[in-house]
């Protein structure tokens, strides 16, 4: 059941990320944002309903990794920065130095929690199939 209230703030900030990451695919696919005439408030007031599901999923993530007692390994965290590394092109101490500094690897970390929680929720998954469906592997 996702009928929770959750904080104003958090949303308003995951709509700011919403738009941040359109901005960077835009610039990575050579289009200037300013160029297109864009309304970026109607564009956040259309991000804001994905964006507190976002919070929701966070949230519950969250609480689901604490009462597993999820943690992160250093060794898991030293994988992904060389998997950063090799993905951006770039060695792999200018990577976690640069995470280090912005607060970047406590970002990373808590998105290697979020996916090893997933991993558990689909670990410990039992799928049943409707009647009458046929499924096909």
């Not at 904080?7 to 610039?27: F, W």
């Not at 956040?44 to 597993?68: F, G, P, S, Y």
């Not at 920065?81 to 970002?107: C, M, N, W, Y």
Request: hydrophobic fraction near 40%; include cysteine; aromatic fraction near 2%.
């Amino acid at each position: 059941d996702t009928s929770f209230e959750v904080p104003e703030v958090l949303v308003k900030e995951q709509v700011e990320v919403r738009l941040n990451d359109t901005v960077q695919a835009l610039m990575m696919q050579r289009l200037h944002p300013n160029t297109l005439k864009l309304e970026w408030e109607q564009f956040r007031e259309q991000q804001r309903e994905k964006a507190v599901l976002d919070v929701k999923r966070a949230i519950l993530l969250e609480r689901i990794a604490d009462k597993e007692q999820l943690t992160v390994s250093d060794e898991e965290l030293e994988e992904e920065f060389t998997r950063i590394a090799q993905g951006a092109d770039k060695p792999i101490e200018a990577v976690r130095s640069h995470l280090t500094k912005d607060g970047g690897a406590a970002r990373v970390k808590n998105s290697i929690r979020n996916r090893n929680c997933l991993d558990l929720i689909l670990r410990l998954a039992s799928v049943k199939a409707a009647p009458g469906l046929i499924v096909q592997p």
